[in-house]
């Protein structure tokens, strides 16, 4: 299984942006996505994440601001970003908790590369 994600980029504080992770595989069954974060010097943290029934989790510091959405006919996971500030700036890595159902049913999870984002201020 493999995530390719895109849309992160450069935007000024205020703006908006939103990158989707693509999952790829024959036989598989994506469960939990999400989105996770690392700025330089710091530890990489859950930013959102959503389960197969659509329930959403948030880190603090992004309620109200992002909303994690998916499509499971494109194994897809979007992170709309608003309202961003400085604080956002990081490398955003997505991950998806998946199975395989082949001659046995093997259950993992996928991180994908990560794609820049950076809030001027």
């Known amino acids: 299984v493999q995530l390719q994600a895109s849309g992160g980029g450069l935007v000024q504080a205020g703006g908006s942006l939103r990158p989707a992770c693509v999952a790829s595989g024959s036989g598989v069954r994506v469960n939990g996505m999400g989105w996770y974060r690392q700025a330089p010097g710091k530890q990489r943290e859950l930013v959102a994440d959503i389960a197969r029934d659509g329930r959403t989790n948030y880190v603090d510091s992004v309620k109200g601001r992002f909303v994690i959405s998916r499509d499971d006919g494109k194994k897809t996971v979007y992170l709309q970003m608003n309202s961003l500030k400085s604080e956002d700036t990081a490398v955003y890595y997505c991950?998806?908790?998946?199975?395989?159902?082949?001659?046995?049913?093997?259950?993992?999870?996928?991180w994908g590369q990560g794609t820049q984002v950076t809030v001027s201020s």
């Open positions: 991950n998806a908790d998946y199975m395989i159902y082949g001659d046995e049913i093997v259950a993992g999870r996928a």
